[in-house]
């Protein structure tokens, strides 16, 4: 007893260079994991890329070898990237979409930024509320209002035709934007508005000097989602300007190309490649930007 | 050390706030006033419309006249597309969206543990959820397609027979589902962000016990990431309330009846199976130009939202709740 106790305790045995069984046994089991991690990621990200593949490479095959079940192009037809793009109203739809995409975004993000700042660092009665509406107008279908909605810009304003009904409202405040930029101004400690405030700045002032400046990166997220939103929007350009093909957007014309290409899949899988292209090129410039923002709409609530 | 007494510094501070607080709800005011004004004439007066025109029948030219609740009674009794649409928007609600969620949670968990390359499959796994609706699922009526698709074609090489998918009225909702899963990416990245605020300890712990790998997941994952995937569910529920592009724009594509062509497109092709809540409000407002059906389905698809928004909205408070 008094032996054991004394004796100074030893130190576990330096490890030796010949492994165990037990060291051996964990290794493979972790070599193991390794190959059935990979190969499940292979697998599952074949699911992901393969659409993509065929898509491609259906839109640069020849027109006689589009209609057989070939799945590799025997030619490769570049040419009918440009025959989209000389299609009449291709380059129309191109520009709506950048004005509805682009203007829309500008206007909802300033409109958007001063209110996401009241409800994220003001206090004043009825703000619990005002939030409530933001998440409901947020989570509303557009449909339910879309009647309405219609009556007023056509007949009121005479506007149907045109994206305006749908640029126009991005001036008013837009329920996500103002949601995902509130979200993250909550983050931002009160001392820096407090001090900026202390050097004289007025609450506008503070906003645009200090505060903006700090949610650079919330900004370009919710910029992008709102861009994303509005180069996809199917449904608003149906609405209002399904009856002006000068006025279609990029996803709106595209389903009318399949009708006016009705047996030529590798023109409109072409046509397809060229909206999906604009997209993933942008994700590769801002993909930090992006995921962060989606991070922040679900986790940091 | 201050030389103004006590009292009459407390006196000071309380007098000087009567004019600072009007400023202060001016400022406020002025800040949140795009919204205010958004809020109503984007909001709350076009819902208000819609219960009004609920009651009356307007064909969008003629004057409107008072009807009653006959709205009310053609959509709930006659409209041959109301009952089939919620009936499809319940199957996407309970299979689409739970298969959307635990693909997401199985590729986040995926992700996760990748060692080499991760970068790589985190954007390929992503972006297929950038993809704008109209272009993927066209890619899909046309990867899907019986006669030249290279999903069939692929299949016949290993001697199975596959499906008419978005053909078939049995086939037409899983293969959106399969759509639906290609785009799971913005699922996977909140997991993702979920899992990787489970506290290390935790595991630990759980090792320490002797715990496999499912044990792992079920006592230490599951609990922690509980609100998320409740988060992600009621977020999905409420997203199908509106799913509208991808089946409209799939039975246009599947059936063959597209821009101008002059056919009369059959809602919900193939046999309503492809129908939703959405496309009833877009065929009753804007096809046939029965402003009052219309406003009662959308009416439905509001009451429906808004349950779910007040769950959503109670099980995460913190959505609400602000720094003080």
């Known amino acids: ?301 | 050390m201050s030389t103004v007494p006590y009292g009459l510094r407390a006196k000071r501070r309380r007098a000087a706030p009567r004019a600072k607080r009007a400023k202060q709800a001016l400022r406020t005011l002025g800040f949140l006033s795009p919204w205010l004004i958004g809020l109503t004439v984007f909001f709350l007066y076009p819902l208000l419309s819609t219960v009004y025109f609920s009651f009356m029948k307007y064909d969008g030219f003629t004057a409107p006249t008072w009807v009653g609740l006959k709205n009310w009674a053609y959509v709930l009794q006659d409209n041959p597309f109301f009952w089939p649409a919620l009936r499809n928007t319940l199957w996407l609600m309970v299979v689409m969206v739970s298969l959307r969620v635990v693909f997401g949670l199985g590729v986040g968990l995926l992700i996760t543990k990748i060692k080499t390359g991760a970068g790589f499959f985190r954007t390929l796994f992503f972006l297929p959820f950038l993809a704008p609706p109209v272009a993927a699922t066209m890619s899909f009526v046309f990867l899907l397609n019986p006669g030249t698709g290279p999903v069939n074609t692929l299949l016949d090489t290993i001697g199975i027979e596959g499906p008419q998918w978005f053909n078939d009225p049995s086939w037409s909702k899983p293969s959106l589902t399969i759509l639906a899963l290609w785009c799971v990416g913005d699922l996977m990245v909140i997991f993702m962000a979920a899992l990787l605020d489970v506290p290390k300890e935790q595991y630990e712990a759980a090792d320490l016990d002797g715990a496999n790998a499912w044990h792992r997941f079920r006592y230490v994952t599951l609990p922690n990431i509980s609100p998320i995937v409740l988060f992600s569910v009621v977020c999905g529920v409420i997203a199908t309330m509106q799913y509208y592009t991808e089946p409209l724009v799939a039975a246009k594509v599947a059936s063959g009846v597209i821009g101008g062509s002059g056919q009369q497109f059959e809602p919900g092709y193939p046999e309503k199976s492809t129908l939703t809540v959405p496309q009833v409000i877009y065929n009753l407002g804007f096809q046939r130009f029965d402003t009052g059906a219309a406003c009662v389905v959308a009416l439905v698809l509001f009451v429906l939202a808004m349950a779910f928004t007040a769950l959503l909205m109670r099980r995460r408070s913190g959505f609400l709740s602000a720094e003080d």
């Open chain 1, 1 to 301: 007893m008094t032996d054991t106790t004394l004796a100074p305790v030893k130190a576990p045995a330096p490890t030796p260079r010949t492994e165990t069984p037990a060291h051996r046994t964990a290794k493979r089991k972790a070599a193991l994991e390794w190959v059935a991690v990979h190969s499940l990621a292979i697998a599952v990200g074949l699911f992901f890329l393969l659409p993509f593949v065929f898509v491609f490479l259906t839109a640069v095959m020849s027109d006689d070898q589009a209609l057989t079940r070939d799945l590799w192009p025997k030619t490769w037809e570049w040419g009918n990237f440009g025959t989209v793009w000389e299609t009449p109203g291709f380059l129309t739809w191109w520009k709506n979409t950048l004005l509805y995409a682009g203007l829309g975004t500008l206007l909802a993000i300033c409109s958007s930024l001063p209110v996401a700042y009241a409800l994220a660092k003001f206090r004043f009665r009825g703000r619990n509320v005002m939030m409530m509406a933001v998440i409901a107008a947020m989570m509303l279908p557009p449909q339910v209002v879309i009647v309405p909605m219609y009556l007023f810009w056509a007949k009121q304003l005479d506007l149907a035709g045109t994206l305006w009904p749908l640029i126009i409202p991005m001036g008013f405040g837009n329920a996500f934007t103002i949601f995902l930029l509130r979200q993250f101004l909550l983050t931002i400690p009160r001392e820096y508005t407090e001090a900026a405030k202390i050097d004289g700045c007025g609450e506008f002032r503070t906003l645009i000097r200090v505060v903006v400046p700090m949610c650079k990166p919330a900004i370009s997220a919710a910029a992008l989602f709102h861009f994303f939103y509005s180069w996809n929007d199917y449904f608003g350009p149906q609405i209002y300007a399904s009856e002006n093909p000068a006025a279609w957007t990029l996803s709106y014309g595209l389903e009318s190309f399949k009708g006016a290409h009705q047996t030529d899949w590798n023109l409109t899988m072409a046509a397809t490649v060229l909206v999906m292209a604009p997209v993933i090129f942008l994700f590769f410039f801002a993909q930090k930007a992006f995921v962060e923002g989606v991070t922040l709409t679900g986790v940091k609530g």
